[in-house]
């Protein structure tokens, strides 16, 4: 088949590009190099071998060309992370949602049929909890004031009585609690009106927690498991926000690269958008993954810290189900196995900020 993949030369879209070419796929890859995810030394190293052109996803008459003779595409391009506060909001919004409908309306007009989309965990806000009395429930965010206490552990809205935290399955509420979170929810919804006008179709992929060689470092959008390691490397403890007992669901960028490669070659049940969630299976708190990686690196002991961003969530971990039954996604990367490469994989050069 022939794929473009919007956000080629990124993190996870030159893992996606990798697997695809070993496949045997005619790949082509677009991106814009963004300062803030790519520093300033141009393409790295490992595109060398790929199809790749410099530019935007937003040029209409770029994607004309590209799109030329393409079977599916592979939309990873977006701006990540939490963003540093609401003036940010203009960047998410126009990479994120501008970018992905100028997308779409140029495939619609190629006559492609085929999205993978790069979701994310982020769109369900809070995890899937459950009170004793009440059933599940969804928690409201924590108040400022009870995490200023340490009071960490969201709470019944109908009675404030303690949570159990459970699996979060693909057809739990969206609920996005930042801007970030906005945006891809955004694209999803754009995603989905476009399959029904056109009877095209979309596997939206919900990474989790997605950890491994090239990610970006040196960056307040990075991801935690970066951080930790860049402040490990400049022979600084970690810093864990909260207790520590946060839970997540930590995948290998190999594995989401594999079940990116399912998806472009499998059809969805039917001719709409259908989530799933691209997860280990096996959850781990934040602290656990602080000091594997400490321990991995040789370095000091993290420190707890408490406090928390205001747009962090408490516990997200993922159900795992449908990916399986639906694509015949299992991630084989063990958190263990991955931690210990991690700490002397190859990471991207520092971002411009």
Same mark, same amino acid.
């Given at each position: 088949?022939?794929?473009?993949?919007?956000?080629?030369?990124?993190?996870?879209?030159?893992?996606?590009?990798?697997?695809?070419?070993?496949?045997?796929?005619?790949?082509?890859?677009?991106?814009?190099?963004?300062?803030?995810?790519?520093?300033?030394?141009? &393409?790295?190293?490992?595109?060398?071998?790929?199809?790749?052109?410099?530019?935007?996803?937003?040029?209409?008459?770029?994607?004309?060309?590209?799109?030329?003779?393409?079977?599916?595409?592979?939309?990873?391009?977006?701006?990540?992370?939490?963003?540093?506060?609401?003036?940010?909001?203009?960047?998410?919004?126009?990479?994120?949602?501008?970018?992905?409908?100028?997308?779409?309306?140029?495939?619609?007009?190629?006559?492609?049929?085929?999205?993978?989309?790069?979701?994310?965990?982020?769109?369900?806000?809070?995890?899937?909890?459950?009170?004793?009395?009440?059933?599940?429930?969804?928690?409201?965010?924590?108040?400022?004031?009870?995490?200023?206490?340490?009071?960490?552990?969201?709470?019944?809205?109908?009675?404030?009585?303690?949570?159990?935290?459970?699996?979060?399955?693909?057809?739990?509420?969206?609920?996005?609690?930042?801007?970030?979170?906005?945006?891809?929810?955004?694209?999803?919804?754009?995603?989905?009106?476009?399959?029904?006008?056109?009877?095209?179709?979309?596997?939206?992929?919900?990474?989790?927690?997605?950890?491994?060689?090239?990610?970006?470092?040196?960056?307040?959008?990075?991801?935690?498991?970066?951080?930790?390691?860049?402040?490990?490397?400049?022979?600084?403890?970690?810093?864990?926000?909260? $207790?520590?007992?946060?839970?997540?669901?930590?995948?290998?960028?190999?594995?989401?690269?594999?079940?990116?490669?399912?998806?472009?070659?499998?059809?969805?049940?039917?001719?709409?958008?259908?989530?799933?969630?691209?997860?280990?299976?096996?959850?781990?708190?934040?602290?656990?993954?602080?000091?594997?990686?400490?321990?991995?690196? $040789?370095?000091?002991? &993290?420190?707890?810290?408490?406090?928390?961003?205001?747009?962090?969530?408490?516990?997200?971990?993922? $159900? &795992?189900?449908?990916?399986?039954?639906?694509?015949?996604?299992?991630?084989?990367?063990?958190?263990?196995?991955?931690?210990?490469?991690?700490?002397?994989?190859?990471?991207?050069?520092?971002?411009?900020?």
């Amino acid at each position: 088949m022939r794929v473009l993949i919007t956000g080629g030369a990124g993190f996870i879209g030159s893992h996606v590009a990798d697997v695809l070419v070993e496949q045997g796929h005619d790949v082509r890859l677009l991106d814009n190099l963004l300062p803030n995810a790519h520093g300033t030394a141009g &393409p790295p190293s490992w595109l060398r071998t790929h199809d790749l052109t410099i530019g935007d996803v937003r040029d209409a008459d770029l994607l004309a060309r590209l799109l030329k003779g393409v079977d599916v595409v592979c939309h990873q391009a977006a701006v990540v992370g939490h963003g540093l506060d609401p003036s940010d909001a203009p960047t998410y919004a126009l990479h994120n949602d501008y970018g992905t409908a100028v997308l779409l309306a140029a495939m619609h007009a190629a006559g492609i049929g085929r999205l993978v989309l790069a979701s994310s965990m982020v769109v369900y806000g809070e995890g899937r909890y459950a009170c004793a009395e009440h059933g599940v429930v969804r928690p409201e965010a924590r108040r400022a004031e009870d995490v200023e206490r340490g009071e960490y552990e969201p709470r019944c809205p109908a009675c404030g009585a303690a949570l159990e935290s459970r699996l979060v399955p693909e057809d739990a509420p969206i609920d996005p609690r930042s801007t970030y979170a906005a945006t891809k929810a955004a694209q999803e919804f754009l995603a989905a009106a476009w399959a029904r006008q056109t009877g095209g179709d979309v596997w939206a992929l919900r990474y989790h927690n997605v950890y491994g060689p090239r990610m970006p470092r040196d960056t307040p959008y990075a991801g935690v498991a970066s951080l930790f390691r860049s402040a490990l490397k400049r022979g600084e403890a970690p810093t864990v926000l909260e $207790d520590g007992n946060q839970r997540r669901d930590f995948v290998h960028v190999r594995d989401v690269a594999a079940a990116n490669a399912l998806a472009v070659t499998t059809t969805p049940p039917s001719a709409r958008l259908t989530p799933v969630n691209v997860c280990s299976g096996e959850p781990h708190t934040v602290g656990e993954l602080a000091v594997e990686l400490a321990t991995a690196c $040789d370095g000091p002991a &993290p420190l707890i810290v408490g406090g928390a961003r205001p747009a962090d969530v408490r516990h997200v971990v993922a $159900d &795992p189900a449908r990916a399986t039954r639906l694509l015949g996604f299992r991630a084989t990367t063990s958190f263990a196995d991955g931690i210990a490469a991690f700490a002397t994989d190859p990471l991207r050069e520092p971002a411009a900020v």
